[in-house]
């Protein structure tokens, strides 16, 4: 079982920024993913972004791209989501998650989950 533990996230303004952490513990797969799984109020669950951590390969979600930037510390099993250009519509609470595979979790198919961390972003 991976514990999964998150910092960051809070209230900001349009067009601020804020940095997600989360930190991982417990026995991991050889092969996952982890990233970021997002939930807006009256909405589902939605794939924000993730990182696979063999092969580094990054991935995000149209709605992100160019204004999230997800990034690894294999030193400290922490996996952070730099957010930019924050709008309106990022107001959500955030999920770190851990997957064995990218496509896992892009379909939300997580074996872990964080406990989330609320992102408001006001006009």
């Known amino acids: 079982q991976v514990q999964l533990v998150e910092s960051g996230g809070g209230p900001m303004q349009a067009g601020g920024s804020l940095r997600l952490s989360c930190a991982a513990s417990?026995?991991?797969?050889?092969?996952?993913?982890m990233g970021w799984i997002r939930q807006a109020p009256g909405k589902e669950r939605e794939f924000v972004s993730s990182?696979?951590?063999?092969?580094?390969?990054?991935y995000y979600a149209d709605s992100v791209k160019g204004r999230f930037t997800i990034s690894r510390d294999n030193a400290k099993n922490t996996v952070h989501l730099q957010m930019t250009g924050l709008k309106v519509e990022d107001t959500a609470i955030y999920y770190c998650?851990?997957?064995?595979?990218?496509?896992?979790?892009?379909?939300?198919?997580?074996?872990?989950w964080g406990q989330g961390t609320q992102v408001t972003v006001s006009p």
């Open positions: 990182i696979h951590y063999t092969s580094g390969n990054v």
């Open positions: 417990g026995n991991t797969f050889s092969t996952y993913a």
């Open positions: 998650a851990y997957a064995r595979s990218t496509s896992a979790m892009k379909q939300l198919d997580c074996d872990s």
